[in-house]
T-cell receptor, first 113, second 112 residues
Framework: SQKIEQNSEALNIQEGKTATLTCNYT??????LQWYRQDPGRGPVFLLL?????KEKRKERLKVTFDTTLKQSLFHITASQPADSATYLC????????????FGKGTHLIIQP | DADVTQTPRNRITKTGKRIMLECSQT?????MYWYRQDPGLGLRLIYY???????NKGEISDGYSVSRQAQAKFSLSLESAIPNQTALYFC???????????FGPGTRLTVL
């Protein structure tokens, strides 16, 4: 079955720097990968989708890369701000005949002023 | 979040009680999902529905049931609540194709 790994430890970044979060996956080759943001006690919010034939996708200060050879996606936030502090989840097609998405457990990002 | 609403937002109940969590959406999506989230375990899929006549079990369906009353409504029931069902429950709608999902605000359920 699909397995997704995100760094479970909190990531502390100084304001203004670039934050880079990693999502690794095994046992499947998804057609696309998605990133979501979740604030405490609230539902995840969709941020970006990148397809297998896209190396990079950008949206404002966000950039996502997708390396299907390494089975890895990197999520970058440039010029980070304290308001970017949240948990970021990656999600893939569940694969193996199952429908829907499989979510990683998320990485907690803390941007320090 | 306003496009996907969940009621109640918070609920405290006792072991053995029947509980229903309701979800409504105005996004016009055919796909709807129920997840639970526990600290350290992430989001886990309970049930999903791709249209009114389609109901499917997810990863952790035991102890739960669902009803898709209309395209816009998807309810989750706990027939006899137990303490390990204490969790944050999310409803989501999804787009066909990429399955990008849109989540409700969540229901915090505590079973004593």
């Amino acid at each position: 079955s699909q397995k997704i790994e995100q760094n479970s430890e909190a990531l502390n970044i100084q304001e203004g720097k670039t934050a880079t979060l990693t999502c690794n996956y095994t046992n499947y080759s998804p057609a696309y990968l998605q990133w979501y943001r979740q604030d405490p006690g609230r539902g995840p919010v969709f941020l970006l989708l990148i397809r297998e034939n896209e190396k990079e996708k950008r949206k404002e200060r966000l950039k996502v890369t997708f390396d299907t050879t390494l089975k890895q996606s990197l999520f970058h936030i440039t010029a980070s701000q304290p308001a970017d502090s949240a948990t970021y989840l990656c999600a893939l097609e569940s694969g193996g005949g199952a429908d829907g998405l499989t979510f990683g457990k998320g990485t907690h990002l803390i941007i320090q002023p | 979040d306003a496009d996907v609403t969940q009621t109640p937002r918070n609920r405290i109940t006792k072991t053995g009680k029947r509980i229903m969590l309701e979800c409504s959406q105005t996004k016009g999506h055919d796909r709807m999902y129920w997840y639970r989230q526990d600290p350290g375990l992430g989001l886990r899929l309970i049930y999903y529905s791709f249209d009114v006549k389609d109901i499917n079990k997810g990863e952790i369906s035991d102890g739960y049931s669902v009803s898709r009353q209309a395209q816009a409504k998807f309810s989750l029931s706990l027939e006899s609540a137990i303490p390990n069902q204490t969790a944050l429950y999310f409803c989501a709608t999804g787009l066909a194709g990429t399955d990008t999902q849109y989540f409700g605000p969540g229901t915090r359920l505590t079973v004593l």
